[in-house]
């Protein structure tokens, strides 16, 4: 006898996509994660447009992770044409990038993913019993906000960002101001991070490879090359199609589906940067990893909620010494006069998500001929039917209801980004 259990949405994650799992004696043995979002077309966009004007377009790939579009864009850009940017330009990229870095956690820790661990069916059904906790939430991603409108001069979709520079550089006061804000961020970070010690994680373990950006000194998010976890291999960016990432079509899903070294099933995430970066951590956000009691490296994508709380700290401690840094010298206009060449760029770069890649051929004109991208939910979406498959002994003898729960929490533990607008999965679930 089989049976089928239909849920035609699924809140708290972002876009439209399916996730269709066929059980015989309780055990997964079809697994689907069907991305049903029409072709978006960005990389063909590009096509044609000179380097400069694909910036601004690239931004609106995603409305959370603009500012890492943009950023990857720009970085992969300058790279083909032939632009250096200063050392100050680089720090206050980084500052816009934790700034989207701590609105996309902090949403999703504060907003998405707790109500699944204490009982509710969302953040306003929370309000009642947590008032505190949840208007903590919204005011942080209102600093975090204040933080990417301040550097980027909005809060999303960026318009502050050129080549080579900014069109613009806080004043003083305005960094002194929001400093004053991210202490407030800090403080908060640590009631949510207190929160997190004292939620159960499903225990589950799908041991794969896992990958981030790496520089070996920093932990890094807009510059590096990949690095794998458990073979320990390093890929420069230039090299990312080449010798490592190999993607394939699946009749079911708008997404490609990726894996790496000729079939290899990976993932990239907050936990994986964690597990491969952790020694340049903050001191603060090393307190927190002692705190959660997280054994390294981790294999349970459940706990990418604890890295994500993690990377909140790590993210207001860097970008609080950046700021520190320019309050005491004030920064210049210093965009310069460049000379276009053609060429190839391409970046590894870290969205909220995990692992982005930007990829650009430019004609000596500066005009694109080539542009490949990878977002993190498609280095993903194999992984998540991975963890499907091997969640048997989680689901042995639980209700549906306990069963479909538990199927998006695991999917909402990747925070996928499969589109911007709306807000809905469908999971189906057959049993044997």
Known sequence: MSKTVHIK???????HGNLLVEMENEKPKKVEMQI????????????????????NIMSRICAICSASHQLSAVEALERSVGIEPSKQVNDFRIIL????????????????????FLGYDGAIQMLPDFPT???????????????????????????????????????????????????????GTQIIADLYSKVKMPKFENKTEQVAVYDGKTYPFLKGDMKCLLSGKIITPEDYKNNFITEEVRPYSTAKFSTINEGTVYYVSPLARVNINHKFLSDDAK??????????????????NLARVIELMHGTDEAIELIDYYIDKPPKEDNKDFKIR??????????????LNHSYDCDADG???????????AHNVNKIEDDVKKLGPLLAGKKDDEVELLLNMLVRSYDPCISCSAHAITIELKRK
């Open 342 to 355: 053609a060429g190839t760029g391409s970046i590894a770069t870290e969205a909220p998500r995990g692992l």
């Open 9 to 15: 949405h699924i809140c708290r994650v972002e876009g």
């Open 133 to 187: 906790e949840v208007k903590l939430v919204l005011r942080m991603k209102r600093i975090a906000n204040d933080l990417q409108a301040l550097i980027g001069g909005r809060e999303i979709h960026p318009v502050n960002i050129i080549p080579g520079g900014f069109g613009k550089y806080p004043t003083t006061s305005q960094l002194k101001v929001m400093k004053e804000k991210l202490v407030e961020f800090k403080k």
């Open 367 to 377: 005009i694109i001929q080539r542009a490949d991208i990878i977002t993190p939910t």
């Open 97 to 116: 990038d934790q700034g989207e870095n701590l609105q996309s956690h902090i949403l999703h820790v504060g907003m998405l993913a707790l109500p699944d």
């Open 36 to 55: 049903i979002e029409g072709a978006r077309f960005f990389e063909g966009f590009a096509l044609g447009r000179k380097y400069d004007e694909a910036i």
């Open 287 to 304: 307190a927190i990893l002692k705190q959660f009691k997280l054994k390294l490296p981790n294999h349970n994508p459940f706990n990418n």
